[in-house]
């Protein structure tokens, strides 16, 4: 039932013809009241609404409350000048607008938004974990609910000065490569704009050599053959005697074994595709020796799925070797493999780019110093048997031929 209209007045005092003056009631134009239920407290309290034409159309809206909020007769005829003037929007104007903004908003993505669809696209991903590390450390206080025109070059500037007080430059290279993997999704999958200006990242030294000494390597085979968890050990040799990646070893599954022609598919690698590289005789042994359970995977994790980390089980085993804390075991016994091949002097770094299945050669410079010392010894030979000739020359030079 709709409440009954009464005229909004206002008292005003007048001159009568006979010279009194008197208190009359003047109504504001288009302005009228209803009485309803109070919202805050007891008893009734007045309703106002304004009454106005646009565009030839009679329109009849709510202005406000006598309590709640603090309206009056004369708000209300302000309230109604603005809008017939333009100079304030109706409440279903103001409606409107709002739900325009929050869908704009919602439509907008800032980096915290990136990241959840990242994410879900994602998990199949070894490396999500580590991502989800970094994100929730480093990215999300700095950029979390910035959009991407709001992250200026100086706010890069700020965090990578920052980061590069407290850790490795490539602990910082980490962190902003995730920010730029983010954003370039983001503009792929047209989320959002691109930056307008390229993230620069920290330089970082790409020649470290992070195998390990021989005697590193000697305490660490002590301590694998002596651990009895069943699978962290021969994970480790595997990464040592093959070099492959984590991931590799993680994904890798009995039939990508071929023992009979000697070979191993590697899925999904780094570089994007699948790969092949030898299976040799050491890692042959290992393999043939390892215990198989009824999962398809050679290393399996909880309930016979594929393995997402290792890192307790190897992690003790770096331990009790007494290798550095900074030390990535399966990252180094990589690496290790890749530089006792070139030492061996019989490997070029073209045919270790194919074992190690990296991407460019620019990966492989951190070896190239073996390679050198291989050309130094090859340099020293030759000289040496230069001189010798030379010497051998010298001497025959000083023969007399007595006839």
């Known amino acids: 039932m709709k409440l009954k209209k009464y005229k909004a007045t206002r008292k005003q005092k007048i001159k009568t013809k006979e010279g009194k003056v008197e208190t009359i009631e003047i109504p504001y134009t288009g302005v009228f009241y209803r009485i309803g239920k109070r919202i805050a407290g007891n008893g009734t309290e007045k309703i106002y609404y304004v009454t106005y034409k646009k565009n030839g159309v009679k329109f009849e809206e709510k202005v406000g409350r006598q309590y709640s909020d603090q309206m009056t007769p004369s708000k209300a005829s302000n309230i109604r000048a603005d809008i017939i003037e333009g100079r304030k ?8 607008l709002r739900e325009k903004q ?22 199949q991903n070894l490396n999500l974990q580590k991502d989800k590390n970094r994100y929730e450390k480093y990215v999300k206080p700095n950029f979390g609910k ?35 993997r983010l954003i370039n999704f983001g503009v792929k999958k047209a989320l959002c704009p691109p930056l307008s200006f390229t993230i620069e990242m920290p330089e970082v030294d790409n020649i470290k050599d992070d195998s390990l000494s021989e005697d590193q ?62 299976l040799n005789n050491q890692a042959r042994a290992i393999l043939e020796g390892h215990i198989r359970t009824k999962s398809e995977y050679v290393f399996p994790g909880k309930g016979g799925q594929k393995r997402t980390n290792a890192q307790k089980s190897i992690n003790k085993i770096k331990k009790n070797a007494g290798l550095p804390k900074e030390t990535r075991p399966l990252h180094s016994l990589r690496h290790t493999f890749a530089s006792l091949a070139v030492s061996s002097g019989e490997i070029d770094l073209y045919t270790l780019q194919k074992l190690t299945t990296h991407k460019t050669f620019a990966m492989l410079q951190r070896y190239a110093h073996l390679t050198d010392k291989r050309v130094k010894q090859g340099g020293d030979t030759a000289g040496n048997a230069i001189e010798k000739a030379m010497m051998e020359t010298k001497d025959d030079s000083n023969i007399v031929n007595i006839k």
Not at 103 to 121: G, P
Not at 244 to 249: E, P
Request: positive net charge.
């Open 102 to 123: 929050k869908k704009e908003k919602a439509n907008r993505y800032t980096i915290d938004s990136l990241w959840d669809e990242y994410a879900k696209q994602r998990t």
């Open 146 to 180: 910035k959009e991407t025109p709001d992250i200026y070059p100086l706010d890069i500037d700020r965090v990578r000065l920052k980061y590069l007080k407290k850790y490795a430059p490539q602990t910082v290279k980490h962190i902003l490569a995730l920010l730029k």
């Open 217 to 278: 390597l000697k305490d660490l085979l002590k301590v694998i053959e002596a651990d009895d968890h069943p699978q962290a050990g021969n994970i480790m040799l595997i990464a040592l005697f093959t070099g492959m990646r984590r991931g590799s070893l993680f994904n890798l599954k009995w039939s990508d074994i071929d023992f009979k022609k000697g070979f191993i598919k590697l899925r999904d690698p780094k570089p994007g595709k699948d790969d092949i590289i030898p």
């Open 89 to 96: 929007l109706t409440r279903k104007e103001q409606k409107k």
